[in-house]
């Protein structure tokens, strides 16, 4: 085994980890999962993997930061308004297998319900909305299941008033700590619902790094270069596993219920090489096989915001038809056709000498067809005519036409 870890962060994952004797390391409670529950994690975890893996190749972010559990629980809501090859789809990019939708509801309830209590040394919170445009017609079932399994509120607002951009940004911002306090620049003539859920994390290492330590140290960046940081060090007892491909370091936070899970590819490996064989059943083996081992850790003082268009990368997945017209969302409304104009994830981490605060904010934009529709918000032309003869008074190209005054 090596002695020491320059921390490459491959991936991180709020999720315990158990090493040493459960009974005198671990001081958190275990949540009771079913076996239905734990097949549901495996599945979430793979959901984790791919999404991760979609969303690098098609980004040009360097640094990319993600909360796979909001983006699922968002999905999870807009799932109890779909039908059909809709529905199909998107259970199938989330990986639900051998689930009914009673199940799934009452996986997501309780997750949301048991995740935010079971480390009161860790802040924990999970949201959800859902905003409407007034007028539109909301079906009173579809509100009142997201209520009951997703705790999620609901409310009508006028889309064309900028106080519904502000009340909508002001939620993002309120549930996670200011820290992605807007989400929305603008809205839509044809967007008449939006659902949200937001994630805000903050926890600090059971062992923190002395900032006097910190140091410039070098980290050599996918293209081979050495780039300046701020490198973090300490020597302490942690979980470790080494495996044919990487390295495996665990760092518990607070009562030790969470965790970030830091993985290094071994030398002449890359990260990409070992998200090719990531899975959920070969992650939770290498935390099952870490032991109590004292590492030299150096590791990155960071902070990464992100915003991803997640469209592409689902419809990579296989969730096609939940962007079409064509979509099924007949749980939703019964109004015109309905479906996803766009799934937007917000994100932000700050991993210091402290700790980890981390948040994110998952968008997802319903539209609906609006009929015909002129919306003249790019050049034109125009003339003004008499009718009865059809002659031309003027002509005239609008390019730039600027605040009225």
Known sequence: MKTYLIAILALVAFAGCTVG?????LEAKKIELTAVQ??????????????????????????????????????GMVMNGANGTTLTEIRQVLGMNGMNSTD??????????????????????????IWYRNGFNVKPSFLKINSDYFN????????ASPAALETINGWCSDNTNKLIPKVLDQIDGSTVMFLLNAIYFKGNWVTKFNKDKTFTGEFVNDEGKNTEVDMMQLKSEFGYYEDDVAEYLCMPYGNKAFSMIAILPDEGKSTDDVLRVLTAEKFSDAVKKMSTEEVQVYFPRFKVKNK????????AMGMLQAFE?????????????????????DTYVDVNEEGTEAAAVTTVAFKESAGLMFRADKPFLFMIREQSTGIILFVGKISNPGKYS
Not at 56 to 67: C, G
Not at 152 to 159: I, K, N, R, V
Not at 308 to 315: A, G
């Open 104 to 129: 799934v509801n009452e996986y997501y309830e309780l997750m949301q319900k048991t995740l935010p209590a079971i480390d009161l040394k860790t802040k924990l919170s999970l949201a959800n909305s």
């Open 21 to 25: 004797n459960p009974v005198e390391d």
């Open 38 to 75: 734990e097949q549901r994690v495996f599945q979430d975890n793979d959901f984790a993997f791919e999404l991760l893996r979609k969303t690098i190749a098609n980004t040009e972010d360097k640094n990319v930061f993600m909360s796979p559990l909001s983006v699922s629980l968002a999905l």
């Open 152 to 159: 999620a509120t609901s409310q009508g607002l006028d889309f």
């Open 308 to 315: 991803f268009q997640l469209k592409p990368m689902l419809q």
């Open 325 to 345: 017209p064509s979509a099924d969302f007949g749980g939703i409304s019964d109004n015109r056709p309905l479906w996803i104009d766009y799934v937007q994830h």
